[in-house]
């Protein structure tokens, strides 16, 4: 059963996610009849993509699609991504709205697929440093079991979003001309030239970030195992785009670092780059603009006798946010999803 060429919607057409996504659509090829762009009011009537006009969420707007990439923020997913669903449309929402949602399957193609087959009309994408980490983790969950992780990440500013990009120019353009770093922006502290040991904020008595317990709870969801045990320190650092991780992986059964990489190299979604002498590991700027979820510094823990240490690297606004989607979209319509939902 296949209703394509679909209508698609494009919520949050004019940001970063959102410009990917459009990019990707055209450049994938999905099968679309019509794209339409939205965005917040302010930008109604702006072009986006290829000579397409923004509209604004209205419940006159928002008929007679047949899927909606959402990427505009959790407010607006919460009020809208509904409205979608219950006008026909299937949600693919990049937010943290629905996340944690149990009638939302929260999936990554390459890792949990099978979960679409139960949405409800709305998908949940998941965080972009959770996403990158589990296509790694798979393979290895798969052949080993995974006891435990202990997670550092080195999150880009565009995880926050174009204003923090701006932020980060201007901070490192004024201290490099002695005029001062002026305005911190989206963050507590200056970020040019210095690391943040808060990505995301602290809930009122919590003493990890939201980004960090996003980390523990979506890698549970999407892995199926709750008692694996996540230990996450989330940094920002001055990189516009790629984030990388130091992940540390204790495994219920023995797996030796050469057959994590052997196993990683057939896996999907994965590129390997791993001659750590010869100067070959993932890097931000190799991964920025690419596809793959990169992995290296592939070795086995000193400290444990049973676990393995990674590095993992990928574009958060391609595989960390828009790539995934639109890899749903692909998903759901080569399994005749798109149409069809659990009651
Ligand atoms: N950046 C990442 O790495 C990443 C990764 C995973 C998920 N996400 C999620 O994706 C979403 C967007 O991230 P981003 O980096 O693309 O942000 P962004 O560049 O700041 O773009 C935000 C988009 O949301 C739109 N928007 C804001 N308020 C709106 C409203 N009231 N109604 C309709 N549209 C509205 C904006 O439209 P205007 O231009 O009109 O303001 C813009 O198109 C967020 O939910 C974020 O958590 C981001």
């Given at each position: 059963m296949s209703g394509a060429?679909?209508?698609?919607?494009?919520?949050?057409?004019?940001?970063?996610?959102?410009?990917?996504?459009?990019?990707?659509?055209?450049?994938r090829s999905f099968p679309v009849s019509e794209i339409v762009p939205f965005a917040s009011s302010r930008?109604?009537?702006?072009?986006?993509g290829e000579g397409l006009v923004v509209q604004p969420l209205t419940e006159e707007t928002i008929q007679g699609f047949d899927l909606a990439l959402f990427s505009a923020g959790g407010a607006t997913s919460r009020a809208w991504s509904p409205r979608f669903a219950a006008a026909g449309a299937v949600v693919v929402d990049n937010s943290s709205a629905f996340r944690m949602d149990p009638d939302v399957?929260?999936?990554?193609?390459?890792?949990n697929p099978d979960d679409l087959a139960a949405?409800?009309?709305?998908?949940?994408?998941?965080?972009?440093?959770?996403m990158q980490m589990v296509v790694a983790l798979r393979p290895i969950q798969l052949a080993a079991?995974?006891?435990r992780l202990v997670v550092t990440t080195f999150q880009a500013v565009s995880g926050t979003g174009k204003n923090a990009v701006d932020t980060l120019r201007a901070q490192a353009g004024g201290v490099l001309s002695g005029d001062g770093a002026g305005d911190a922006g989206p963050y507590a502290h200056q970020i040019a030239f210095n690391a943040l040991p808060q990505a995301g904020s602290f809930a009122e008595g919590d003493d990890h970030t939201d980004e960090e317990r996003k980390l523990i709870n979506e890698t549970k969801k999407i892995l199926?195992?709750?008692?694996?045990?996540?230990s996450p320190t989330c940094v920002r650092v001055p990189v516009v785009n790629g984030h990388s991780e130091s992940v540390t992986?204790?495994?219920?059964?023995?797996?030796?670092?050469?057959?994590?990489?052997?196993?990683?190299?057939?896996?999907?979604?994965?590129?390997?780059?791993?001659d750590p002498a010869a100067g070959s590991y993932p890097m931000a700027i190799d991964a920025d603009g690419e596809d793959p979820v990169y992995v290296g510094r592939i070795r086995q823990d000193p400290g444990h006798p049973q676990a393995l240490s990674l590095w993992i690297v990928a574009d958060n606004l391609r595989k960390g946010a828009a790539l995934n989607a639109v890899q749903l979209a692909e998903v759901l319509h080569e399994r005749g999803l798109v149409g069809a939902r659990v009651a």
């Open positions: 060429p679909y209508r698609v919607a494009v919520v949050g057409a004019t940001g970063q996610v959102g410009g990917v996504l459009l990019a990707l659509l055209a450049e930008s109604a009537g702006r072009m986006v399957p929260l999936v990554v193609s390459e890792v949405h409800r009309g709305i998908v949940a994408n998941p965080n972009c440093s959770t079991g995974i006891e199926g195992d709750d008692t694996i045990r996540v992986i204790e495994t219920r059964a023995p797996l030796s670092a050469d057959d994590a990489r052997e196993l990683l190299r057939s896996a999907p979604g994965i590129v390997v780059l791993d």
